[in-house]
């Protein structure tokens, strides 16, 4: 049995403590997403609401009280307050349909960036090791997002279950870790 010292005894069990805690969030998170996806989505999406009127107050405070922005970046940051905390009280307003929007918004995204990403593949064509792999995941990307553009909500709530799916394996994960951990001191 090697002799530890408190700090570092310490130390272990803080870090298997944020493994577990960690876990432990992502694991309910998780559960949360796939039992009940739609109230999840709401309850984000007013989490994004709120997170919009805070900063608008910000915004439009820094444009008010600030003494060394000039006249038209004061004005900027009052009006773009304003804009986030209209659009994040319309939000809260409106859940149920903010949170569908947010939904298609967020599948049309990534769409988009699939495609980008296969097209950025096959323009680094000739600098790649693995032609075959660059052309294959190339085409797989581009199909994907088209995919995706066509069916944005769909690919959304799809993604949204893949997102609570990974929580609940890396919660579970992360738990495991926590209690088998023994850190640089053992």
Request: glycine share 14%; charged share 5%.
């Amino acid at each position: 049995m090697s002799a530890e010292s408190p700090a570092a005894k310490t130390a272990v069990n803080g870090i298997r403590t944020a493994f577990g805690v960690g876990g432990l969030v992502a694991l309910i998170v998780g559960i949360i997403i796939l039992v009940w996806p739609g109230h999840a989505a709401v309850a984000l999406t007013a989490i994004v609401a709120i997170y919009a009127i805070v900063g608008g107050l910000v915004y439009g405070g820094l444009g008010i009280f600030s003494k060394t922005m000039g006249g038209w970046s004061r004005v900027g940051h009052i009006i773009l307050g304003v804009v986030f905390i209209v659009a994040g009280v319309i939000a809260l307003f409106n859940l149920g349909h903010t949170a569908v929007w947010l939904a298609l918004f967020i599948g049309i995204l990534v769409g988009i960036m699939w495609i980008v990403e296969g097209i950025v593949a096959l323009t680094t064509l000739g600098a790649s090791d693995s032609r075959g792999w660059t052309i294959f995941f190339a085409i797989l990307s581009i199909i994907a997002g088209i995919i995706l553009l066509f069916s944005p909500l769909w690919g959304a709530i799809v993604l949204w279950w893949l997102l609570g799916i990974s929580l609940v394996v890396l919660g579970i994960i992360q738990i495991v870790r926590a209690f088998t951990w023994k850190g640089a001191a053992a």
